[in-house]
């Protein structure tokens, strides 16, 4: 029996290759997927190991006590016998970097370190130039400084939130990077003083370097008893770096992932269909095999068997596939954060993994047509099986499929949390998909008048062709919704959120200019408000402070437009406090001016939140000019007050818009480009579909031929069938993801703050420009089938 | 002028040691307005010789003639048009589109071609076929005769030069296949259609005008308005000097 399924297989071997497309691309993705994050996962583990290069023993502290000074503990410290070298090393964050005498400012979340001037105990080490050894002198990235362009010797102006900006000379720099994920900050690498200059308050780690044959567990032990503070080994060190590094990646992986299963699932739908029409073409010889003996259960295992091969000659091909992936993702992933420079690898559990799902896929998604397909009676061998009769959907399935349609559309109307609009998206596509060979094959006539109007008797024919199997059609078109669906929910939720950045910028800014940290989470410094209020050519300043009030359990903001008065207020409901009441904030009674909806914060004016607060954290800064100056000359008055500033940017409403939407696009992007793999599937599905069609009206396009249908005309009704199916399968995919984001915007518009749905009619247009492409695409092979044999041949075919 | 000629046509099939010559060197000719029938014994070359004829197959070697058109002077869209425009089809089975009904069928050529259907002419053909109150059903919902009676009239709705049958009546009863060759018969006798049918039944070809016999490729006799014991003893002849 397995010789003859394997024969089979062989003389089927474009239709088996067709089917085994789509297990390649699913399996390319998971193994390309498990491979780029194993690399990752080795890279972000060495990372995590160097960081501590040249360190025996690490002693950190949760914070460093008022009374101590710092120095007093590094002097007790390096007193310890067995200690050869000890450093405070500080990690900071809220950094800003610029250049040519601040004019240029480097965007990102950078980080800064310092290193000790003694070599021994230098974790990082410099690839050009030199490390620092003096005030003065700091080392960048190499990746910054060269997407930069600067050069060993120019003068940067680094800043962190607390402190003015000061100058150094850039005297080397270093292949380690920031680590991690984020690729666009900087790693910034200063001398101790320097570092200590900027922080401004002790450091909470120290690394200590043992004296010659002195063990690290000893050294360690010995200054535990010492200072009273744990110490670490390098080993310990490293390995809890490591972990932490590995439990990145392994998140990273999960999304990948997810998206992974998301393509197998498309496989499936394409696999099944695919042995579908393939039993109901073999028909006659599966009827034969039973004619001489064969139990049914021997046919069908016989199909699984088949399925099987097929299933393994995909995985291995997908292997070698999900190699060249895994090259390529990097790339396309960097723009979500992901690091470069991953070298792929591939393990036996990554081969293991991959031979698993293409092959249980593949069997898995075979059962149900396998079971359908042979239950064929032997006398089915006699007749004149040529001609099917479609089976028309059970009753069972459409009464079902309308009820759990009904019940996701319940549950997408009224949903109010994001579980109950996954739920329902669920239950509204699964009750679509048991409908559809009643629903698609009806759009598919909607969707085809206008191009039956157009093309003539030959797209009538392609359109009468598409829709004589409703199954098929449905089976086809319904892997091409799923995918759709999920990359139009996306686009859709992904625009509708961001459109209200334009009215959240309009909302926001009142002043010509805003005033931020160069990254959403750096924090600017104090002083710059002050400063800005000392220049009158700038225009007139509005700081926005942000603090917390313990007392009152509440935010206090500065309230921008539509502000209180000096010495009154505004409060969110959630204070309960009506206008003519009073809120108390750090001892001084405010009147309530107004009430705003939110939960528990109070909105003061500037100058109030100065005064009764010591600290408040400076969050941004609009700037009006003075009337009647340009933009531009407004812009180079203020941009040389923020030269000073190298973690400050102005940006006008528009750049702020775009600011503000670039980082949504990113993810966009991503997300859409991996989903597309769904949707190729899908249409290697289309592609399938077409091929088997062909094959199975050999016949019917040979009489077509010999009565006069030019070979140009031919392909033209497959191209139109194609067409059809795409353009319906997006359609249906496009309506089922509307439903789906104007639930999901409903039910995280809580507070109020509502959002509407934004249909992006361009991007929705690409989508089925793609889509009719892709089609077109795929029905050239099963077209240059259909014409390439003789019409005699074709007309005496079986 | 006859409507239909080949001159020394070849059909050579391989290459090499397992070339086979379905046709080696058939001169034979078609008069317009009869009834032509094709016939021999299996592997004599009769369905090359259709297939040639009809401008389905290229001939290795020699010529056909459709009227004054030479077809080894038409590339493939050139020849198709000219099968569109001025040939008819039935064939044995599998005739019609499943996804089309009986009018949809019978109009497919001109649909093709993008022309408008002659009302007259399409009333009178489906008359003469008797499918006028079959015209909305499918091919699943007709019998074997209704369905080779449509492709009749799907042959005769263009007036095309001639119409080419291959073995229309082997797939039917004898009734319905009476009915059919009947329709063939008035097609050339009342509507003056040219029709050149294989066959291998002897009944089918005693009601042509003409019948030309095949042997082993090769042209072998050919007998005017036969009966069928004429034909009967014309293919043990042929049988005989073939051994």
């Known amino acids: 029996m397995l010789s003859l399924v394997l024969r089979t297989a062989k003389a089927n071997l474009t239709r088996a290759l067709l089917s085994s497309l789509s297990v390649v691309l699913g399996v390319a993705f998971v193994s390309g997927s498990l491979m780029f994050t194993d690399g990752l996962s080795s890279m972000l583990t060495a990372q995590a190991a160097t ?51 601040g004019a240029r400012k480097v965007l990102g979340d950078h980080k800064a370190v310092n290193v000790s001037a003694d070599p021994g105990l230098q974790p990082i080490r410099a690839a050009e130039g030199r490390m620092p050894a003096a005030a003065g002198e700091i080392v960048l990235d190499k990746r910054t400084a060269s997407r930069e362009g600067i050069p060993i010797g120019a003068t940067v102006q680094v800043s962190n939130f607390g402190s003015e900006a000061r100058e150094y000379r850039l005297v080397g720099l270093t292949s380690s990077t920031k680590g991690g994920f984020d690729t666009q900050g900087a790693l910034v690498v200063m001398a101790t003083p320097d570092m200590a200059a900027m922080a401004g308050y002790p450091a909470t780690t120290i690394v200590v370097s043992a004296a010659d044959g002195v063990s690290p567990d000893d050294l360690a032990a010995r200054l535990g008893a010492a200072v009273g503070i744990e110490a670490r080994t390098h080993d310990q060190l490293v390995r809890s770096a490591m972990d932490s590094a590995v439990g990145n990646a392994e998140e990273f992986r999960n999304a990948l992932l ?25 028909t006659r010889e599966t009827a034969l095999l039973r004619l001489i003996g064969s139990t049914r259960r021997q046919v069908f295992r016989s199909v699984l068997v088949e399925a099987a091969v097929i299933g393994f000659g995909g995985s291995v091909l997908g292997l070698g596939a999900g190699v060249l992936l895994a090259l390529g993702l990097p790339a396309a992933l960097a723009s979500v954060g992901a690091p470069s420079g991953v070298t792929p690898v591939l393990s036996g559990g990554t081969v293991l993994i ?32 040529s001609v099917q009769v479609a089976r028309p959907a059970g009753r069972f399935r459409m009464i079902s499929g309308g009820l759990v349609a009904a019940i996701g559309a319940g549950l997408l109307a009224i949903a109010n949390q994001v579980g109950l609009v996954v739920g329902g998206a669920l239950l509204a596509v699964t009750g679509f998909l048991l409908l559809s060979p009643a629903v ?36 086809t078109t319904n892997a091409l919704v799923v995918g759709v669906t999920l990359i139009a929910t996306v686009t859709l939720l992904a625009k509708s959120t961001e459109a209200p950045s334009e ?93 705003r909806p939110g939960d528990r914060t109070v909105w003061l004016t500037a100058d109030d939140i100065k005064k009764r607060f010591e600290y408040a954290f ?70 399938n579909t077409l091929t088997l069609s062909v094959v199975e009206r050999t016949r019917e396009n040979a009489m077509l031929r010999a009565i006069g249908l030019t070979r140009r005309q031919l392909r033209l009704t497959l191209s139109a069938e194609a067409l059809v199916m795409a353009l319906t399968g997006t359609i249906i995919g496009t309506l089922l993801s509307i439903g789906i984001a104007i639930s999901g915007l409903k039910s995280v518009a809580g507070d109020g703050d509502g959002l509407e749905l934004t249909i992006p009619w361009d991007r929705l247009a690409v989508l089925l420009a793609i889509a009719a492409l892709a089609a077109l695409t795929a029905s050239v092979i099963p077209a240059r089938r259909a014409v390439r044999d003789s019409i005699t041949a074709n007309l005496a075919a079986e | 002028m006859p409507a239909l000629q080949a001159t020394a046509l070849s059909k050579v099939y391989g290459t090499g040691e397992s070339a086979v010559a379905a046709l080696d060197g058939v001169d034979v000719s078609f008069q317009a307005g009869r009834f032509h029938a094709i016939m021999g014994s299996s592997g004599s070359g009769k369905s090359t010789l259709l297939h040639c004829l009809a401008g389905l197959d290229k001939p290795t070697s020699g010529a056909v003639r459709i009227g004054d058109t030479d077809l080894g002077s038409l590339n493939d869209e050139k020849l198709t048009l000219l099968r569109r425009d001025h040939v008819g089809f039935v064939f044995q ?37 008797g499918l006028t109150d079959r015209l909305g059903h499918r091919p ?60 291998h039944d002897m009944h089918a070809a005693a009601r042509c005008d003409r019948v030309v016999f095949l042997r082993d490729g090769r042209y072998a006799a050919a007998l005017d308005s036969p009966s069928p014991d004429q034909i009967v003893a014309m293919l043990e002849h042929a049988d005989r000097i073939g051994r």
């Open chain 1, 51 to 101: 960081q501590y290069d040249n360190v025996d023993v690490g002693l950190s502290m949760e914070s460093i006590s008022s009374d101590d000074d710092g120095g007093a503990l590094i002097g007790r410290v390096r007193k310890v016998d067995g200690v050869r070298a000890a450093e405070p090393v500080w990690s900071m964050f809220n950094i800003g970097l610029s250049f040519d005498g």
């Open chain 1, 618 to 687: 400076l969050t941004e800064v609009q700037v009006e000019p003075p009337p009647g100056v340009a933009e531009a000359e407004a812009r180079a008055t203020l941009d040389r007050v923020l030269n000073a500033f190298p973690s400050a940017v102005a940006y006008n409403k528009a750049e702020y818009v775009d600011r503000l939407n670039a980082r949504m696009n990113q993810a966009l992007a991503v997300v859409t480009a991996l989903l597309s793999l769904a949707v190729i599937i899908a249409l290697v599905g289309v592609a």
């Open chain 2, 93 to 129: 089975r599998f005739n019609l589109l499943p996804v089309l009904t009986a009018q949809e069928n019978i109009l497919l050529p001109l649909a093709i071609a993008g022309r408008k259907p002659d009302r007259a002419w399409f009333d009178q053909v489906v008359a003469a076929v």
């Open chain 2, 140 to 199: 699943s919902e007709m019998s074997g005769g209704q369905q080779q009676r449509v492709a009749v009239a799907r042959a005769l709705i263009t007036r095309p030069w001639v119409i080419f049958a291959d073995e229309p009546t082997g797939n039917l009863d004898s009734r319905s296949g009476d009915e059919v060759l009947g329709l063939l018969r008035d097609a050339v006798s009342q509507l003056g259609q040219t029709v050149v049918m294989v066959t």
């Open chain 1, 258 to 282: 997810g998206f992974g299963v998301i393509a197998v699932c498309m496989a499936a739908f394409v696999i099944a269909n695919t042995f579908t029409i393939v039993l109901a073409q073999r």
């Open chain 1, 440 to 475: 698609v094959p009806a759009l598919v006539r909607v969707v085809s008048k206008p191009f039956a109007l157009l093309g003539g008797a030959t797209v009538s024919l392609a359109l009468a062709n598409a829709v004589r199997n409703p199954r098929r059609i449905a089976t």
């Open chain 1, 354 to 385: 991959a031979m698993a799902v293409g092959v249980g896929v593949t069997m898995v998604s075979a059962m149900l047509p396998a079971r359908r397909g042979t239950a064929v009676p032997p006398v089915a061998a006699l007749g004149d099986a």
């Open chain 1, 503 to 595: 009215r959240a910028a309009d909302e926001k800014m009142f002043a010509h200019f805003l005033v931020t940290g160069s990254t959403d989470t750096t924090l600017i410094p104090d002083e710059l408000a002050t400063v800005l209020r000392d220049r009158p050519e700038v225009g007139t300043v509005y700081p926005s402070y942000q603090v917390y009030d313990d007392a009152l359990n509440a935010e206090v903001l500065t309230a921008g437009r539509d502000a209180p008065a000096q010495g009154s207020a505004l409060v969110s409901a959630g204070l309960g406090i009506a206008v003519g009441g009073t809120v108390t904030v750090q001892g001084q009674a405010f009147p309530v001016a107004g009430v």
